[in-house]
Every structure is written in structure tokens, then in C-alpha cells.
T-cell receptor, first 113, second 111 residues
Framework: GAGVSQSPSNKVTEKGKDVELRCDPI?????LYWYRQSLGQGLEFLIY????????KSGLPSDRFSAERTGGSVSTLTIQRTQQEDSAVYLC???????????FGSGTQLSVL | GNSVTQMEGPVTLSEEAFLTINCTYT??????LFWYVQYPGEGLQLLLK?????DKGSNKGFEATYRKETTSFHLEKGSVQVSDSAVYFC??????????FGTGTRLLVSP
């Protein structure tokens, strides 16, 4: 596609439910990143994929968070047993390689009630 | 550690005013430095970057110079426009191919 696509754009869920967030990177981009943007907190790194492997998942806040990438393309971020503090905008970015120029999607606004 | 600190906003300016948004980074290694911009309703996009000391990144009238002696990468523009209203993020890379961002500075430019 022309850019990084994320779905859904908005997600409202109840505390304790599981959610899946999807990211379609730019075709041919081998690197894929997930960040979280909270009000007043800036962008918080979650996980980085190179191809299908995740060399750096140091930013995942807890074991309720997991992510996978298949076929070197689509990635899914899963949050189990959501909590209110998980409410944020989840951003996906991709790049040809490394962190020199990231292309960001518009994000998924997650609201946990 | 690897961190980036930038001035808090919002920064409110009139059109054609001079803009400075301060950014400093921790001096761990020799990072590349970046400014990303997020226009209302859009995703973040790279504005400019500098990869080594004394390099100057520039784009769309914005400039930033990589100052190793002061560990700074301040963003400047000589004459802002209403269309520059956005949130600006300073960032550095780490040795592990990821970007660490500052908290963002909102710029509001009025006619």
C-alpha cells in the first residue's frame, strides 16, 4: 500500500477483555516498530521486528502484551485482560531497514472503560 | 541511558515569528538525531535529521544543528506559518536500531 495502515482506528473495550491491533507496513519494509503514545508521555517504544523476528521487545510493559509478525509483513499487537492504564494511541511504523527513517501509521486509539 | 529531553509546550507564536524548540540528548554513544512532526489528524513524519557532530539537518525552512559539545539539537525556523502548527518530536537512535523520542512540543501559530 501507499503507507502504513493500522486497524481499527478506534477501539473501545471493557476492562478485562482482550484486544488485537493490526499493522500493515509499507510493502518491502523489513523493519516494523510498535510505539505507544499517552497524553503527556511522548512516544514509548514497545517492540521492534526485523523480518519476522523481534530482536528488541524490551518495551512491552507486561506479559499481557505480545506481538507477532508473519510473512515479514502484517503485525498484530495483542493486549490480554486490558486495564484502564492501557488506554493510549498505539502507533506502528515501518522502515526499509533500521531506524534512519520511520514511516508511521495514523494509530489506533484504544480506550479501556 | 538513552534519553531525549525537549521543552514543554505549547509554544504559541504569531505568523512570521522566529521559532526555537529546544532538545537535548544523553551523550551515550554517537547517535543520529531526528525531528519528527505530527500534523493534526496525521501520522508522524520525518522532518529532518543529522547523523554526526556539526551536521545541520534542514527541510521546509526548518533547521537543526547537531551540537556534541552541548548535547543539543534545537529546532529553528526563521518565519513560522499557520500551517506549521503541529506537534514536534525530537528523537535519537540507539545502537539497537530503535528510536527514543522526547515528549513532544505542540506549536500553535496564529495569523
Amino acid at each position: 500500500g501507499a503507507g502504513v495502515s493500522q486497524s481499527p482506528s478506534n477501539k473501545v473495550t471493557e476492562k478485562g477483555k482482550d484486544v488485537e491491533l493490526r499493522c500493515d507496513p509499507i510493502s518491502g519494509h523489513t523493519a516494523l516498530y510498535w510505539y505507544r503514545q499517552s497524553l503527556g508521555q511522548g512516544l514509548e517504544f514497545l517492540i521492534y521486528f526485523q523480518g519476522n523476528s523481534a530482536p528488541d521487545k524490551s518495551g512491552l510493559p507486561s506479559d499481557r502484551f505480545s506481538a507477532e509478525r508473519t510473512g515479514g509483513s502484517v503485525s498484530t499487537l495483542t493486549i490480554q485482560r486490558t486495564q484502564q492504564e492501557d488506554s493510549a494511541v498505539y502507533l506502528c511504523a515501518s522502515s526499509l531497514q533500521g531506524a534512519e527513517k520511520l514511516f508511521f501509521g495514523s494509530g489506533t486509539q484504544l480506550s479501556v472503560l | 541511558g538513552n534519553s531525549v529531553t525537549q521543552m514543554e509546550g505549547p509554544v504559541t507564536l504569531s505568523e512570521e515569528a522566529f521559532l526555537t524548540i529546544n532538545c537535548t540528548y544523553t551523550a551515550t554513544g554517537y547517535p543520529s538525531l531526528f525531528w519528527y512532526v505530527q500534523y493534526p489528524g496525521e501520522g508522524l513524519q520525518l522532518l529532518l535529521k543529522a547523523t554526526k557532530a556539526d551536521d545541520k539537518g534542514s527541510n521546509k525552512g526548518f533547521e537543526a544543528t547537531y551540537r556534541k559539545e552541548t548535547t543539543s539539537f534545537h529546532l529553528e525556523k526563521g518565519s513560522v506559518q499557520v500551517s506549521d502548527s503541529a506537534v514536534y518530536f525530537c528523537a535519537r537512535n540507539t545502537g539497537f536500531q530503535k528510536l527514543v523520542f522526547g515528549t513532544g512540543t505542540r506549536l500553535l501559530v496564529s495569523p
